[in-house]
Structures are given as C-alpha cells and as structure tokens.
C-alpha cells in the first residue's frame, strides 16, 4: 500500500510566521505534489517536483516555497504565513509517467489556520 | 470554460439507491480519468481509474468515459450510508506536464440511512 504522511494534521500559526509542512512518501515515486484544498475552489496545484532538487510551479505559487533534498520527502514552505493561506494542504506523489500515465496518492492532509 | 466541470450537488439519496456522479471537459486531449472519493477531513483516495474510453467496473462502482461527448461518470450501485463523501473526477492527457492532474471542484454525496 502506498503511504503518504503529512508532518501535522492541525497547525495554528500567527501571521507573518514561517511555517514548514513536510510530506513524506514510502513508494520511491519521482513524482511529489502540494495542492490547497479550499471549499468552492476544489485542489488547486502549488508546487510539484518530478525529480530531487527539481520544482516547477503550479498554479498559485505566490507566497509558497518548496524543497526536495531527498527523493522521499518534499516540504512546503509559508515564508511569512498570511490569513488568505489558511487552507487545508494535501501533498500527493505518483510515479513518474510514461505511455500509461500516473495516478497520485494523497496524504491526509493539513489543516492550517494562520491568525 | 472551464476544462473540467463537475455538479457540486450536495446529492442526498436514500440507501440503496443508484447514483450517478458526471464530470464534462474540454479538452479532447485528456485520455487518462480518474474518480476520487474524500472523506470528511481526509485526503483524496484513488476510486477508479480508466484510460481512454469505455466502461470499468469494481464491485459497486462503475465508470464510464465517453470522450466523443467528453463526459465522464462514475454510478454507484446499492448505495451504502458509508458512500457518503465527495467525489472528484480527475483527468489528464497523454504526455505533457508531470503535474498537469486537472480535478473537478468536487460532487458531495449524503447517502441516507
């Protein structure tokens, strides 16, 4: 079974703080993702990385950092956390696509409030 | 318009009923589709997933890809109170972005005892 874990499940953090979320994936997928789950807006994609120290962004990359030290792990970054970031924050991996294309696996999630 | 279009309901149903979720896109090039279920304050689980056209079928669930319509669905037979979640359909096309994962906002389903 594929595991996906998320470093917290809840985080209360004030604004302007920097905040880390770690994900961690036990499936040796190249492949790694950060997505915001928001009610009316759905997943929205904020970073991925295809390979170690490799990012590309997603969507809404504004106000979010990330870093791929090592294959299995893929941590997001609040460089100075601000109220509209409160969200809930998936990380999901998947193999790296051929002719068959992949499928993500999600991690539980984090819900972070920024006050 | 957007590339993937998906009711947000909520749908409520009686237990034992048939349901029938749908997304529609936009992009003839999607080929690979995939449904979602989510549970209340968890992340997204892997459901079915299908390449290209055609129906297939896992236990109770069913889905069915018609790209000539662009339009996917995803039938659930016997419904179950434990059903009760959100549904996202997700697609993607052939080669292209390794993130390009494109998601519907999400159907939310309430399956009455």
């Not at chain 1, 809404?60 to 109220?83: D, H, Q």
């Not at chain 2, 349901?19 to 997204?44: D, E, H, I």
Request: with cysteine; hydrophobic share 30%; charged share 25%.
């Amino acid at each position: 079974d594929v595991k996906v874990t998320q470093s917290s499940r809840y985080l209360v953090k004030r604004t302007g703080e920097k905040v880390f979320l770690e994900c961690v994936q036990d499936m040796d997928h190249e492949n790694m993702f950060w997505y915001r789950q928001d009610p009316g807006l759905g997943l929205r994609l904020i970073y991925f990385s295809y390979d170690v120290k490799m990012k590309e962004k997603g969507d809404i990359p504004e106000g979010y950092s990330v870093s791929r030290e090592k294959k299995e792990r893929f941590s997001l970054i609040l460089e100075s956390a601000s109220t509209n970031q409160t969200s809930m924050y998936l990380c999901a991996s998947s193999y790296l696509a051929g002719t068959t294309g992949e499928t993500q696996y999600f991690g539980p999630g984090t819900r972070l409030l920024v006050l | 318009q957007k590339e993937v279009e998906q009711d947000p309901g909520p749908l409520s149903v009686p237990e034992g009923a048939i349901v029938s979720l749908n997304c529609t896109y936009s992009n003839s090039a999607f080929q690979y589709f995939m449904w979602y279920r989510q549970y209340s304050r968890k992340g997204p689980e892997l459901l079915m997933y299908t390449y290209s056209s055609g129906n297939k079928e896992d236990g109770r669930f069913t889905a069915q890809v018609d790209k000539s319509s662009k339009y996917i669905s995803l039938f659930i037979r016997d419904s179950q109170p434990s059903d009760s979640a959100t549904y996202l359909c997700a697609m993607r096309a052939l080669g292209g972005s390794q993130g390009n994962l494109i998601f519907g906002k999400g159907t939310k389903l309430s399956v009455k005892p």
